[in-house]
């Protein structure tokens, strides 16, 4: 079974909107990742998020773990082109084995 | 059904020993990849493969090397074992070479060398 569950799963953005993507654990999170992949490369570490409520930026890039939804949105003020590709979010759920969401794909037209 | 397998999913060997990890996915994608996991969670792309074609080729001691027989298997060497290389090495695929369509990532190899 899926344990997390990014949505959506493709965005298309005209660029200077705003954008959240959700990512959902089916069970209790001990920590969230955010990873971004621009196109060819490999995944880059984008911040990390460990207690309840807790938000972390970078540049324009905001993410926040809600434990009690056991939820973590990210979201991007005044989308560039540059805030293209794939953004994942990884945990561990159970405390062991690690999960990645299966990604949400960010196109922005310029 | 198991859409990217890897095996084993534990490996615990000594120093010097040479190993291998396999994966295996069975969903037609064209682009798979290996990547390697530290103790803070961090993820690092080690070597990515498109229809058995090395594109992606990140900085890894040569001691590591990928073999892709077909392009629904990627498998992982590493000769001579360290004490460093002890991680979880996650293997993934995707669809296409631009990992559009997202990725699918296999449960993951917890290695550790002693």
């Known amino acids: 079974s899926q344990e997390l569950e990014q949505s959506p799963q493709s965005l298309i953005v005209q660029e200077g909107k705003n954008l959240t993507i959700n990512c959902t654990s089916s069970k209790t999170l001990y920590g969230l990742y955010w990873y971004k992949q621009k196109y060819g490369e490999g995944l880059i570490f984008l911040m990390m998020?460990?207690?309840?409520?807790e938000e972390k930026s970078h540049e324009k890039i905001t993410a926040k773990l809600d434990e009690k939804k056991q939820q973590s949105s990210l979201h991007i003020t005044a989308s560039q082109p540059s805030h293209a590709g794939i953004y994942l979010c990884?945990?561990?759920?159970?405390?062991?084995?690690?999960?990645f969401g299966t990604g949400t794909s960010l196109t922005v037209i310029p | 059904d198991t859409a990217v397998s890897q095996t084993p999913k534990y490996l615990v060997t000594q120093m010097g020993n040479d190993k291998s990890i396999k994966c295996e996915q069975n969903?037609?994608?064209?682009?798979m990849y290996w990547y390697k996991q530290d103790s803070k969670k961090f993820l690092k792309i080690m070597f990515s493969?498109?229809?058995?074609?090395?594109?992606i080729n990140e900085t890894v001691p040569n001691r590591f090397s990928p073999k892709s027989p077909d392009k629904a298997h990627l498998n992982l060497h590493i000769n001579s074992l360290e004490l460093g290389d002890s991680a979880v090495y996650f293997c993934?695929?995707?669809?296409?070479?631009?990992?559009?369509?997202?990725?699918?990532f296999g449960s993951g190899t917890r290695l550790t060398v002693v």
């Open positions: 990884g945990a561990a759920p159970t405390g062991n084995q690690f999960y």
């Open positions: 998020l460990q207690k309840g409520g």
């Open positions: 993934a695929s995707s669809r296409v070479r631009t990992g559009i369509y997202g990725y699918t």
């Open positions: 969903l037609g994608h064209d682009t």
């Open positions: 493969y498109n229809n058995k074609e090395l594109i």
